[in-house]
């Protein structure tokens, strides 16, 4: 079966710090990763994706994909208190269209 | 502008009833996906279509049904309601355009309590 794991949480940062968020999966075909947010009480919304190995940045966002080490991970700098959310990384595999998603990471940035 | 909504928002519901959700997409997205989100659990997939006439099961798919007729509906069914179907219930949809950003859009959910 196709996993996806996170650490639960919370992680806790302070205002103006950087937030790494980390995710591991375990079918070595996946192609494909993404980041939703997820405030609570709402639906997830897409950050960003990612499909090759290294770094891909958008604003404060940075993603990171080292296939090798079936890993991925995001990067929140200058973190502020509106960042607090649910974080769900989504894998999918070799351009089909189903996603796995992990359990998902809250993040509290503290002022 | 393109949206996917879901409805009811709310619903309360008695164990043993049918109950249908609704989810309704105007980006005209051939995949559409209802998920459950249970705290712990994450978001577990329960029925998914490629296009009209085509459905599967996904991870938890016992005691639902879905069903496409066209490309914007797609309605999810639990044929006889339980304790353990209290939940928070997604509806997404996405292109199939063949590129490795084809992203799951989702709707702002319906939350389900069967008493």
């Known amino acids: 079966q196709k996993e996806v794991e996170q650490n639960s949480g919370p992680l806790s940062v302070p205002e103006g710090a950087i937030a790494s968020l980390n995710c591991t999966y375990s079918?070595?075909?996946?192609?494909?990763f993404f980041w939703y947010r997820q405030y609570s009480g709402k639906s997830p919304e897409l950050i960003m994706f990612?499909?090759?190995?290294g770094d891909k940045e958008d604003g404060r966002f940075t993603a990171q994909l080292n296939k090798a080490s079936q890993y991925v991970s995001l990067l929140i700098r200058d973190s502020q208190p509106s960042d607090s959310a649910t974080y769900l990384c989504a894998v999918r595999d070799n351009y089909g269209q189903n996603f796995v998603f992990g359990p998902g990471t809250r993040l509290s940035v503290l002022p | 502008d393109a949206e996917i909504t879901q409805s009811p928002r709310h619903k309360i519901t008695e164990t043993g009833r049918q109950v249908t959700l609704a989810c309704h997409q105007t980006w005209n997205h051939n995949n559409m996906f209802w998920y459950r989100q249970d705290l712990g659990h994450g978001l577990r997939l329960i029925h998914y279509?490629?296009?009209?006439?085509?459905?599967n099961k996904g991870e938890v798919s016992d005691g639902y049904s879905v069903s496409r007729s066209n490309t914007e509906d797609l309605p999810l069914t639990l044929e006889s309601a339980a304790s353990s179907q209290t939940s928070v219930y997604f509806c997404?949809?996405?292109?199939?355009?063949?590129?490795?950003?084809?992203?799951?859009?989702f709707g702002p959910g319906t939350r389900l309590t069967v008493l």
């Open positions: 990612i499909y090759s190995n």
């Open positions: 279509s490629y296009g009209v006439q085509d459905t």
């Open positions: 079918d070595r075909g996946s192609q494909s």
């Open positions: 997404a949809s996405s292109e199939s355009l063949g590129d490795p950003g084809d992203t799951q859009y």
